[in-house]
C-alpha cells in the first residue's frame, strides 16, 4: 500500500515570523543595520517590523549607542559639478562599509551637520546654463532607518555655509550671494524640525565665533575640529599633502607620523574619539585600474603653541574600487553620526 504524499504545507519548516514577537524583534536587534535595507526587500512585513518602535526598544536593550564616523565619497572620478551618485560610507572595524547612497542629485560646496542619527546636507554651489548658482535646497539622512527626505528649503540660496546645532535647531550662518548679504537679516537663517520652517536670524541673536571654529568639513583647506581643553586649538588641515594643526593662531606641521609620510594626504575628518583625526590618501594601481582608499587615526598631543605631535593608532587600506580615481576630490563629506552598529 502506497504511503499517503505529505501535502507541502505539512513538510514546510515553520518559519521566523511565526516565532513570538519578542524572541522575532530580540533577534533582528542583534543585526546589523547596514543589512536592514535588503531584509526591507524580503517582505512587507519584513518592512513594517524593521519600522517599528519595537525594535528601537529592544535595539536599546541591546546595546548602547556610539558616535560612528560617515563619509561621502565621490567615486565617479570626474570634477563636474553635480556628481549625481556620491556613495556614503560607515567606518566600522577599519572599513569602509556601504550605507544607503544619496538619491538626489550632489551638489559641491554643500553643507553638513549631523544630530543624533540624522544628518543634514544643506545647500551647495551648481551651475545652471553656464552660470553659477547656490542652492536653497535641505537634505536629511535619519541612519536609524536608512531614509533619506527632502526638507522645506531655505529662504536664501547659500553654499559653504557654517552649520551648527542648538538646541535641537540648525543654524545656518552665511554662504549667500553679495546681493543678500548686506541686509542683516539675510545674515543667517534656523531651522525647526518640529515645525519644519525657517526663520531669519541675526548676528545679534547668535554668538558666531563660538560656533564657526565647530564647523566641519573635509575638504584640505578647510579646518576638522577636535574636542581639547585648549580654547586656542583651530584644528586640524591638510596642506601640500601634510596634517596640520592649528594652534594659538599657527599651523605646524603635526610630527611624529613618519610612518606614513611618503603618501600623500587628501583629507583630514574627525573620529569617533576625542583628540583625534582620520586622514585619509588613496593609492592608484594603473595597471590593475583600481583604486585602494587608505586612512589612519591619529592621536593629536599639542607639546606646545609650536610643536604638535601625533600618534598613529592604525593605519590600513579601508577600502578599494575599480578604476584610477585622479582628482583630489574623493571625500565630500563626513559626519559623526549616534547609533547603534
Not at 539675510?186 to 520652517?197: C, I
Not at 545679534?204 to 564657526?212: A, Q, S, Y
Amino acid at each position: 500500500m502506497m504511503k499517503k504524499k505529505k501535502s507541502s504545507s505539512e513538510s514546510l519548516p515553520p518559519s521566523f515570523l511565526s516565532l513570538p514577537y519578542d524572541i522575532v524583534f530580540n533577534t533582528l536587534a542583534r543585526i546589523s543595520r547596514t543589512n536592514y535595507p535588503i531584509l526591507s526587500l524580503v517582505s512587507k512585513r519584513f518592512r513594517s517590523l524593521l519600522a517599528s518602535p519595537d525594535l528601537e526598544a529592544a535595539r536599546s536593550l541591546v546595546g548602547r549607542p556610539e558616535k560612528y564616523l560617515h563619509v561621502c565619497l565621490n567615486l565617479n572620478n570626474n570634477n563636474n559639478n553635480l556628481n549625481p551618485n556620491p556613495s556614503w560610507f560607515i567606518l566600522s572595524q577599519h572599513k569602509l562599509i556601504p550605507t544607503p547612497s544619496f538619491p538626489y542629485r550632489h551638489l559641491n560646496s554643500s553643507s553638513v551637520v549631523s544630530t543624533d542619527s540624522e544628518t543634514y546636507v544643506i545647500g551647495g554651489g551648481l551651475v545652471v546654463n553656464g552660470s553659477k548658482k547656490r542652492s536653497k535646497r535641505v537634505f536629511r539622512i535619519d541612519f536609524k532607518t536608512h531614509q533619506w527626505s527632502e526638507l522645506p528649503n531655505m529662504r536664501l540660496p547659500r553654499k559653504e555655509a557654517v552649520v551648527e546645532v542648538m538646541d535641537g535647531k540648525i543654524f545656518v550662518i552665511g554662504g549667500c550671494s553679495g546681493k543678500y548679504s548686506t541686509k542683516d537679516e539675510n545674515y543667517g537663517e534656523v531651522y525647526d524640525p518640529n515645525t519644519q520652517t525657517w526663520e531669519p536670524t541675526s548676528a545679534t541673536t547668535l554668538d558666531l565665533p563660538n560656533h564657526t571654529k565647530q564647523q566641519h568639513d573635509t575638504r584640505s583647506t578647510r579646518p576638522s575640529s577636535v574636542e581639547t581643553e585648549n580654547n586656542l586649538w583651530l584644528g586640524a588641515i591638510v596642506r601640500n599633502g601634510e596634517l596640520r594643526c592649528g594652534v594659538w593662531f599657527r599651523w605646524s606641521k603635526v610630527v611624529g607620523l613618519e610612518a606614513i609620510s611618503s603618501n600623500y594626504l587628501i583629507s583630514v575628518t574627525n573620529s569617533c574619539h576625542d583628540k583625534s583625526v582620520v586622514v585619509w590618501w588613496k593609492t592608484n594601481y594603473a595597471e590593475e585600474c583600481k583604486t585602494e582608499i587608505w586612512c589612519a587615526q591619529i592621536l593629536i598631543e599639542i607639546c606646545d603653541p609650536m610643536k604638535v605631535r601625533g600618534f598613529i593608532e592604525w593605519s590600513q587600506s579601508v577600502f578599494t574600487f575599480q578604476g584610477c580615481h585622479d582628482s583630489d576630490e574623493l571625500l565630500l563629506h563626513s559626519a559623526l553620526v549616534t547609533h547603534e552598529f
